[in-house]
């Protein structure tokens, strides 16, 4: 399944869940936010939600520092 992820075309090669496509891309999930053609998906809906081809995803990593 094809997806834009953060304006970048990235072909996804998992099962479609927010969970895959996180490890797919090396974040780490209890730091990051997610919308999905600008609307949010809360972290308690990663488990059921499903991608479909084409959709927008914009990921938000949290680093810490000072």
């Given at each position: 399944m094809f997806l834009t992820v953060n304006g970048e075309k990235h072909?996804?090669?998992?099962?479609?869940?927010?969970?895959?496509?996180l490890t797919e891309l090396g974040a780490t999930p209890?730091?990051?936010?997610l919308t999905?053609?600008?609307?949010?998906?809360?972290s308690r809906h990663w488990k059921t939600f499903k991608f479909n081809?084409?959709?927008?995803?914009?990921?938000?990593?949290?680093?810490?520092?000072g």
């Open positions: 072909e996804h090669s998992g099962d479609g869940t927010v969970a895959a496509l209890d730091h990051t936010a999905v053609n600008g609307e949010l998906v809360f081809d084409g959709d927008t995803v914009e990921i938000l990593t949290f680093v810490g520092g």
